[in-house]
């Protein structure tokens, strides 16, 4: 999800005040993720099947979710959540009807005689007004809109609120269905219904049809979600690095159709970029799928969303670039493929998918371009809390800007100290070391240990330093005489090699803490007859004090 967190910390809290009690989704921040209890933690989910019906005059949905899933010692609880704005009609376990509660957006099933370790299969029959979106995608729901013409339009955001505004689900990143889903999703007749994975049919039943999505791939809850509108299919094919051939589709409304060309165009360019830091394209069994949406856009997984008044895009000179269209794109590596196991480490999707902006850059514009960016993402960043907070956290409770800038500011630390030859090989195999059914989830830790043994040393005081202080690095600079300077840092975890431009050119020195015991021990004296320079390639997150 692309980085808005200064919007809507400014406009939010007015905005959710005047609108109180309008709607389920006006009157409750929800929440994804936190603590998973002992009853979940039984439960390890195989398979999603969403079968639904799409009342759009009415802004409702009536149907049933079946959940195949493993208990890993024997229960007689199971607990999935569903917001309050459903009516939970009835539940079936193992095909037998089964008494349930329904409160605070949970939903416990509680079975006669516990369950046998093993496979189980549940069905849950609701029906109601899913929530509103106030300002997606980042605070979600549903959103019920029109396009020009006046045909509906309706888009599903969720990242912060998982699933569960309209599907039961175990709302938590660590576990995804290691065998899939499957949605059927009923629409009015002459509407278009773009889902995840591959479309397996479309059915029509009177004055409506059934469009049936299926994915072979597990997938983040918040991603298992679809889009209807009036839509035409602009298509192409790419051949990834090894080989496969995936199509790519862009669900471009009709009226919008003459757009498409140049869309699928920038995909295709992307994906070859991406390619060669990242490794091949994820999905390669199914699709490279876009959906215009009347919102910014979202990384649902081989069905990035994409549109509202950001259907636009910059050009250059040799070529035009969307920021949101590329950073969408490039979670399908980072947050789709290598996933964060809790919300607290939500860095490791939005900080690398914000670095990937200035290798995209570099690429098309050389150095130049990728310092360009990196100068930008080191001014965004806000240093108001530390990047991760905790442990167990909800997506409200670790998500802020410097997931996105931080995060990325941190890859380009890393390039520094590991030098090219390392650096990109490590990159690259963090995703492509993670192996299809792509079932492992990382934390901070696992990343930092990965670097590090590509890197052939220890940089997990570097890590610590950038993810859990609020601290920068402190680099001072001592006038001594007219063309003398002493240099010494502070706050430094680790020493660290310090580039110092001076009028002779940069001068280089591995610099470290001061020893209390020993002030000379590392202060650095230079000569120069211009003010001294501190990290003129700007690759480090510090604050430069002249004295």
Known sequence: ????????????????????????????RLSSGGRLGEVQANMDIRHYTLNLNVDISRKSIDGFTE???????PSGSLLFQLVNAYRVKEVWVDQKNTVFQHTADSLRITTRTPLSAGSHTVRISYSGTPPVALNP?????????????GNPWVAVNCQMEGGK???????????????????????????????????QSVKKQGRTAAWHWKTGYTISNYCLVFNIGKYAVEKDTYTTVHGNRVPIEFYVLEEHKHKGREIVEMRARDARILEKYFGEYPWVKEKMGIAEV????????????YGGENFRYHHYPGFSFSDNLFHEFTHEWFANKVTNKDWAHFWIQEGITTYADALFFREMLGEKGYDSVMVAKKADIEGQVPVVQGETLTTLQAYN????????????????????????????ALSENVKYPYTTFLVSDDVEKHFSTHAGKSLKPVFDFYLYKKETLD???????????????????????????TSAGIQTQVMDNLDPDNLRKNIWTIKSTTLPEADPGNWYFKHVIYE
């Open 1 to 28: 999800m692309k980085n808005n967190y200064r919007c809507t910390v400014l406009t939010l809290g007015a905005f959710c005040l005047s609108l109180v009690h309008a709607s389920y989704a006006q009157d409750t």
């Open 67 to 73: 959940i195949r899933l493993n208990l890993l010692q």
């Open 137 to 149: 995608p980042w605070q979600g729901g549903f959103t019920w809109t029109t396009d020009s013409t």
């Open 165 to 199: 505004i309209y599907f039961p689900c175990k709302d938590h990143p660590s576990d995804e269905p290691d065998e899939g889903t499957e949605m059927f999703i009923t629409v009015p007749e002459g509407l278009v219904v773009a889902g995840p994975g591959l479309l």
């Open 294 to 305: 009347p919102n910014y856009g979202m990384e649902h997984q081989t069905l990035i969303s």
């Open 401 to 428: 800007g410097d997931v996105y800038n931080k995060g990325a500011f941190l890859m380009h630390t890393l390039r520094h100290l590991m030098g090219d030859s390392l650096f990109f090989p490590a990159l690259k």
């Open 475 to 501: 680099i001072h600079i001592r006038k001594l005489s007219p063309d003398t300077y002493a240099v010494y840092t502070e706050k430094f975890p680790q020493p660290l090699a310090i580039d110092i431009r």
